[in-house]
């Protein structure tokens, strides 16, 4: 479903607040059909990206473009190609959510305004679209603000936390509807922070840290570096004091039952040749594939930020 | 552009606060007329019957009359720009500069003005389709006004018995512009504070100091060294005064002394459409050069 296209890209994008650098050099793509997750912890600098996206911040150095159209230059035309939900949904409270998404239709033209009751129906808002916004749950404001993004049938969606206040169904009717907007030929840049969401249904996830790129590559290809290892053995510290010495360990741990060893995939074979020539026998070495979230909070916890495995 | 006029218009008529300004206006328009009216009436009577409580200050029971006789005249639809077109004018002086904090404000205070420039809202468009709005209200506010008092002075001249002949629309519609033409600097200011400072609330509050200080201080430089009033009738109350004054109907308790020192006409167009610019050039850059962020 992903084509060779890209949708949004962004190229040595930076960010200076005074001395603070909130973004460094990002360069990111979306390609039409996938779903991007964008990672990091808070003040990683993920808002300020899309804020600079979206030309509500005003980029530093670097460009940003959609189809082709830079954000600054042709913001017009960038921005009519583009919807974006923010991290804080903000809409007039004194106005219904049908009304809100109208007044955001007179603004995008074109068939924005047929397309309002529809989008309300297909974000389960059609039975509230006419209660005032100020009245809405945390969960129908998100799904108010997905809606919007979607009036003026964009090529690209950003979602900043589309997740947020909503209960498990709900989160998942959005995981759903996320690779729904894929599969219709829209890239989606989704930064979010629950990342068993992201797991489920990014392509790839760029992970980024006091605004740099530590990490980026297919789900598959960021979990990998990170397996880890339960191995049970006699003299578990003469055990330890051998495998912290070989290639792809990056940590070795003390636990009830033995040793956790962290290291590159495909590295068991490796640890049992190692025991055997030491006379120490592992009575099981069980892999454990890292999940997501292992991954993002040992490269994100990593002091030095260039040690990461950033592709 | 159209299309964010359209949307802004489509967002500013559902909201309540406009609504309230415009019926605070009209009924306070009657209350003013039915107060003045029955106030001097009840003193005339008092004077005429020598029931009026004994001040050896005043002047003559017959000047009080008089001077009351003439007040009372000023309720007259012909007399419209004397007490009527005043009142519009001071009233929405406050009205203008509350609304149009309000109207750039809130868009901060709700977080509005990021979503609204994410769906594509280019900033100066944006800005401008706010200015056209508030002109646009303003508008609506003089004409709402005027034919309140219009209304309240045909009804209580027919209470009181006055002659309700002589009214001009033409005159009372060139007193309207005048008026209007005196917002625009005020709006453009509390405008500006409220973009600013990214608060509804203090564009309201720094316009409403602003304007009652600058009225004050004009007029105490003016009436304590003649010499001031080159340097005071270049800031915005005086040309204000200036432009709303009407041809042999000074508004009713104005000082003739002080009218006498006022900038022409001219001086107070070209002065009032200099702070105004100003001020909306002010706000376009710092719009423009403003990261929208959360904080």
Redesign the interface.
Known sequence: MTSSEVVLRTSGLVKRFGTLTAVDRLDLEVHRGEVVGLLGPNGAGK??TI?MI?????PTAGTASVLGKDVVAH??EA??A?G?M??????????TGR?NL???A????GGALSRVDGLLKRLGLGDRGGSKFRTYSLGMRQRLGIA?TL??DPAVVILDEPGNGLDPAGQREIRELTRELASEGRGVLLASHLLHEVELVCDRVVVIQKGRIIAAGTIAEITRGGSSYQIVVSEPDRAAEILRGLDGVREVRRTDRGLEVVADADRGDQFNRALVAASLYASAIIPRQSSLEDVFLELTEEESPGAAPAS | MLRLLRSEVYRLVRRWMPWVLLGITVLLAFLLYELVWLTTNAQLEALRSGSAPANPNAPPPEVQIRSIEGAIQTLRPAQLTRLGVGLVAGLGTIVVIVFSASHLGTEWVWGTLRTVLAAGAGRAQLLASKYLTLVGFALVYVVVGLAATTAASFLVSSQAGLDTSGYDIGVVASAGARTLFGFLPYMALAALIALWFRSAGGGIAAGLVINFTESLVTQLLVQFNKDFVSVANFGISRNVQAISRVADAPPAGANPSVLATLPDQTQAVVVLVLWTILFVALGFWRLRTRDITLS
């Not at chain 1, 979206?54 to 005003?58: D, I, M, N, S």
């Not at chain 1, 007179?106 to 033209?109: A, D, I, K, N, V």
Request: net charge positive; glycine share 8%.
């Open positions: 808002s300020t804020g979206l030309g509500l911040v005003r913001r017009e921005l009519a583009l974006a923010l991290e804080v949904t903000s809409f007039y409270p004194h106005l009304q109208t007044a955001l007179m603004l995008r033209g919007s009036l003026s």
